[in-house]
């Protein structure tokens, strides 16, 4: 099927590839919207709730993608399609796989966008830019970064150049080796930040508002957002997993690898809560929503607290590390994509892949000044890649990986891969033949 044969790469190690996965799970998802999900919609009820989901769709649909990921030992599109054939199924499966690449590459293009302001905030706080500024200062901090594309540009660019950079190295010496540095340093720093929190004398409040359960607060749209959040927060739909499974070996229990980048993923949301939090109380300050929180109020509270250079910088270096993890396996499955489909080597299907999305990420930034009219659905090409991505093609991607497995393929062969005994593997079949694919169709079809 593929165009050239050639060795498919696999992790040096289990560890290798857990902080891989986990660093592509870790980023805004954790470190922005979680805790403030969790503030506002009933503490420990909704920690409730969204566990039940991440048990119920997002880890199941995790396994799903690994699993066809290490089946087919190729990308995305190729592994759908070949694992179709195997099971006398139209080829047309492979078009999940396909928008799985595609929606990884549309979001890459806007992602690197929001690490070009991390790379500014990083600077920004070295410079002591925040130091005494008030609420007035700091949001035309932002206006003006916003409203200056050269600024942005270069911000865009010197991201995505690092995510290029590394993609470029392979999937062990680049990949792998970026996560075996970044995601200890990346924990490191937000234990820092957490112990940082509980020296304010706000500790108490910041773990009272993310854990006392408030269940008046729970409603219909709040179990949504959890459900949309568990999908989220796992980077699914995407053929990110996929693209990572593919270079797994038969030795690794997909279970258990989940289970732990799962919990992973929760704790450092969780924590980068503890972190967060209290300075935004100590400090008397609004806990606003949109991108505000981190690129508005945060900075203030930097500006304000005694060494709050090195506190922002810490900050800003964690958000940084989180997406440049994440940014690097939304390039992955494009480039695995290109490297098997044509005769192009690793380092120039990184460049083709990257320098696209590179180029469609300037329209994007564009969005926030010279073009910011609508260009479709009164939608402008930032807010339209978005919304594509999030509300159509991730959800659908992910209910194709999931439908096709739990339905298509051999069960008796899933059992004997997934290590379970009949009893466990008849639970299994009905999370992932039913509530899995119904949870997934109930948030598509409300977000509509
Ligand atoms: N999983 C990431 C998060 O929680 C989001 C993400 C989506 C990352 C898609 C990469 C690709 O923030
Ligand atoms: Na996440």
Redesign the pocket.
Known sequence: MSIKQHQHAHWSSRLGFILAATG???????IWKFPYMVGESGGAAFVLVYLLCIALIGLPILVTEWLIGRRGQNNPANAMADLAKAAGRPRAWMLVGISGILGAFL?LSF?SVIGGWSLYYTLNSVTGAFSGQDADGIGALFNAMLGNPGLLLAGHSVFMLLVIGIVARGVTKGIESAARLLMPALGVLLVVLVGYGMSTGHFGEAVSYLFNPDWSKLSGETVLAALGHAF????LG?G?MMAYGSYLGEEVNLLKTARTVVIMDTVIALGAGLAIFPLVFANDLDLASGPGLIFVTLPLAFGQMGGGIVVGLMFFLLLTFAALT?AI??LEPVVEFVEERTPLSRVASTLVSGVGAWALGIAALLSFNLWSDPVLFGLNVFDLLDKLTSKFMLPLTGLGAIVFTSWYLDKESVRRELGMDVYDFSLWSLITRFIAPIGVAVVFFSSL
Request: proline share 0%; no cysteine; charged share 0%.
């Open positions: 592509s799970a870790v980023g805004l998802g954790n979001i992602y989220f927060t796992l980077s995407m990110i994440s396996s939304l």
